[in-house]
């Protein structure tokens, strides 16, 4: 029984794929889509549940929010045997053409946070798994829904890092001045704050990793956070991320 997930091979039914919400309370949502969906566990911010498609076993896992706690979800899988894991967000826009209601599919991050350089040093790349990738992709575009794929600027901090100024302080170290500027310069799509740790530790453990993120703000239009389409665009970055881990569950070895 691994101490901080609750779980144990035999709980997980020795599944290989895992996916990942930040939010345990987004885990029920997204075990909705799944056959015959039950609870696993509650243990801090990792919230469990396992479902099924065509009778394999797909687990459903909250990592709350950051690289810190994602490390140690990641890492205590890893230990059971899980080696595919597909992350699913939300995230803020920082690229013009990305709009609220959009979908991000993530093939690499910038690593702006802390926990990934003890894995790998700074120059390793924080890659997304191809085939994880494909497959979401795929399932994207026969749900016919609006998505990007490029890179994401992964973050420790919510506030400062991703240059908000509605924070309990206004002040900005010099280094995040006009900084989500600069990004939007160099192409990346979006901030969010668990790619980087994840694409991290997975390519260097061995593992396969991808990501996608419902847009739910457009930061070149303000702070503010799309809350009308919040419910809708959580669901359709869990539709996506559903139709993805059964695509690469069918394909695994029986």
């Known amino acids: 029984m691994k101490y901080h997930i609750n779980l144990d091979k035999g709980k997980i039914e020795n599944s290989r794929l895992a996916i990942l919400p930040g939010d345990p309370g987004r885990v029920p949502l997204i ?6 969906p039950n609870k696993l566990a509650s243990n801090r911010e990792y ?13 459903v896992i909250s990592t709350g929010i950051g690289g810190p706690s994602t490390s140690i979800c990641v890492d205590e899988l890893a230990q059971l045997g899980v080696d595919h894991f597909i992350r699913v967000g939300t995230t803020g ?12 599919i993530t093939t690499g991050s910038v690593r702006l946070d802390g926990a990934s350089r003890d894995f790998a040093p700074i120059e390793y790349p924080a890659v997304a798994d191809f085939f994880v990738t494909k497959a979401l992709e795929k399932a994207a575009l026969q749900l016919d829904v609006r998505h990007h794929i490029g890179i994401t600027v992964s973050t420790d901090t919510f506030y400062q890092a991703q240059e908000r100024h509605n924070g309990f302080s206004s002040f900005l170290l010099p280094k995040h001045h006009n900084s989500t500027e600069r990004w939007r310069k ?5 901030y969010e704050m668990e790619s980087s740790v994840l694409f991290t530790m997975c390519a260097s453990f061995g593992l396969k990793a991808g990501c996608v ?9 303000g ?7 919040l419910v809708s665009t959580q669901k359709m970055a869990a539709e996506v991320a559903v139709i993805a881990a059964k695509a690469i569950e069918s394909n695994f070895e029986k």
């Open 213 to 221: 993120s419902g847009v739910i703000t457009e930061r070149g239009n």
């Open 31 to 36: 075990m909705e889509l799944l056959d015959a």
């Open 223 to 229: 702070e503010n956070i799309d809350l009308p389409g």
């Open 93 to 104: 826009a920082i690229n013009k053409n990305v709009l609220a209601g959009d979908l991000i």
């Open 47 to 59: 919230v469990s549940g396992l479902g099924y498609s065509k009778g394999a076993p797909i687990l």
């Open 186 to 190: 160099l192409n990346a799509l979006n």
